[in-house]
């Protein structure tokens, strides 16, 4: 039974400052996956974070508690019974009595009771994740929006809605159940609340049903919450298995919900031990400590019980306080600086490919055209001069990927809280730092590159445009921190690959069609947020961009000839007019007032993303970002490169040598 306990969260609506912690401890201590947390850790409602024998999730209880996380350990209780479809209702003025086939069930006033309003038609869950997706594309991974409980409500209601009532003891423990479905009751037993809808009759069943219990708690999450086993399948309507199979998931996750809820009892213990503490301390004030315990604390002392209920006051107004969570403000990431365009005629590699051909093609044509050629070429290429060239060519090239591999292997991966400065190797998951979605796929990215071809006749396709995202930053995270990513100038490996044709915006369109007739087509490359990326560049401090002492006066000089409630602070003689003496005195304090704030803005401790970039190093040292999961895929790539340069290179010396020979001989 232990190894079914469940370990399940309440989520948090976004990311903060402690949830980074908490991370990196659960990982360390308990060898949690970092971003598999993260993911359960944040959204809306309740998450499965980890499951296990009872000893162990008690074991991660201290980290959730203290990073201010609700959360409960429970082993769920297996359904003995499914709620009873109801056909009528009766209420009356002390119970509300449901009418089902076979029984029926009521709920008196006061009950405590637990709601289960769900949707089995999946549109619930389509237009939250629609609603994460759009809010995931302009406002980042760690501001997402999510429906909110009106619209829930609606949906469910515009789908196809349960709901589920169940009846719980004094201790949570559900007693009896009933199910409503629309249009299977009569809606009469409802009286003025009965409406010609259905669905909104569902809705008044509910809320007849809330004034008549004393504690009630309504459920919506069924099918939003990452809680495996409680699964929401599509479509019910169309399959009549699927149905059942939805209602029996619905029946289990009803009485998880009643676990959940008799989990979370207030316990007598800490209330005891709240009411102690509080007369301890009350009784330590009043210095009078042999009071402390005493049951007549009232006769013996007045003013200790009234100390005492002030403590209790407090300290209950402080848990409440901790306990609520402002809903997160919602933050649209900042517009992303404008594409770079270029041609790929102005990048090195094609110069470099372009002149390695060209000599290639050269000497070919030197062999078949040597007669034809003047001397003094034809005798270069028949003492090797040409084959020596492209032999070093090749030479060159091989050492130069060879050079790259040795830097790769010998450069320590750092872990970003401990980036030194200089040439440093990192790995991390990809973060946008602006609301960048690629140009035709509109895919949430960190970076795009979009080349376009047009066809040139005779000599097949031609790059007509390169445009890319190289002058947006980005972040990259590991379990330590971020650090910031400027892609400038960087060879970059991206493993998303998207290609279409003239008209083709979609990802739908693969990269396997073709289309002969097309006179363009284009190619675009994306690393998508949250993907693995190994970074190898150069670590540098960041170009403080703080406004100028002087500029702060002026501003500040400004704000106090327009706000005329200050500037009456400065007269002193109270003539309602400002001497040169006086605003003297006021433009002292103001630039006072500047030069503090100036300090104080430099004294704040900023973050490392805000600190340190990684960017292109200076002469030839490269800058690689790469979508790999190990840099033994990045030097294998390599390797296929040295090879074959090196044997090229051999070929060329050894044609060159040869012809050299021939031609003393």
Sequence with gaps: MGQ?????????PAATPALQDLLSRLHKEHGLDIYNCRQRLIGRGRSLLHRGDRSTLESLSPLLRQAGIRHWITAPTKPSFAPAIIRALQPKEDDLTFICQKKQVGFAKGDRGLAIL????GKLVERSVHQLLSSNAYQGRDNLSHLSTEKIFKTILQGYPVLDLYKLDTDGTIIDAVRVLPSKFDHKGLGDRATLSSRQNLLRVLELWQSYTGQSQIETGFGLFNLPGFTLYKPPQKDPDVLRKNLINLTRFGWLMADLKH?????TQNTEQLDLTASISAALLTQNPALAGSEQLAEAMPIIKQ???????????????????????SRALPAPPPPISSRQWRTRRFWISALGGSLVLASGAFYEL???????????YEMGIIPAGCAALMFWGGFHFLKLKRLVENTPTSKIRSVAMGMVEIKGQAIRQYALVSPISSTPCTWYRLTRFRRDGTRGWVVSSVVSSGSATFLLEDETGRVCIDPQGATIRARTREEGYEGQRSLSFSSSLTNNNAREKWVEEIITEGTLLYVLGFAAVKKEQRESLRNRKVEALRKLKRDRAALDKFDADGDGQISPDEWEAARASAEQEAIHQSLQDRQERRRQEEQIIIGKPGGNRPFIIAETLSETHLTNRF?????????GAALCTGWAISLLIQWLT
Aim: aromatic residues 4%; hydrophobic residues 35%.
């Design 4 to 12: 079914n306990s469940l370990l399940i969260v309440d989520q948090l």
């Design 118 to 121: 769900a949707d089995l038609s």
């Design 263 to 267: 989990s979370e009892q207030p316990s």
């Design 307 to 329: 100390v005492s209920e002030e403590i209790t006051a407090t300290t209950q107004e402080e848990t409440t306080q901790q306990d609520a969570r402002p809903a997160p403000q």
């Design 370 to 380: 040597k007669v034809s050629l003047p001397s003094v070429i034809s005798h270069g």
């Design 639 to 647: 390797v296929r490169y040295i090879i074959p340069l090196f044997c």
